[in-house]
């Protein structure tokens, strides 16, 4: 979970949704959703893909048709090594 809230710390939310200015405020809202880490958010996301694929993998594998090479790359885009 550390991982996916560090992307609010590094991903540029009001860069990113820049394009939206013509937009409704509500619109304007649900992109900052969108793009943000919220944790409540990223559980009920996880539980629900437990629920139905029984793991993050299967549901890369299975719900969205990943390879495993594609998963790896994915890891190596989005997460930082601790080691």
Do not use: C, H
């Not at 900052?32 to 549901?59: H, M, R």
């Amino acid at each position: 979970m550390k991982d996916y809230r560090l992307s609010n710390d590094y991903f540029n939310i009001p860069k990113a949704s820049r394009y939206a200015y013509k937009l409704p405020i509500n619109s304007q809202e649900a992109i900052t959703t969108i793009y943000s880490a919220k944790e409540d958010f990223l559980n009920a996301a996880k539980e629900q893909i437990d629920a139905e694929y029984g793991s993050v993998q299967a549901y890369l594998k299975k719900g969205i048709g990943l390879s495993a090479e594609e998963i790896e790359r994915l890891r190596s885009i989005l997460l930082i090594d601790n080691g």
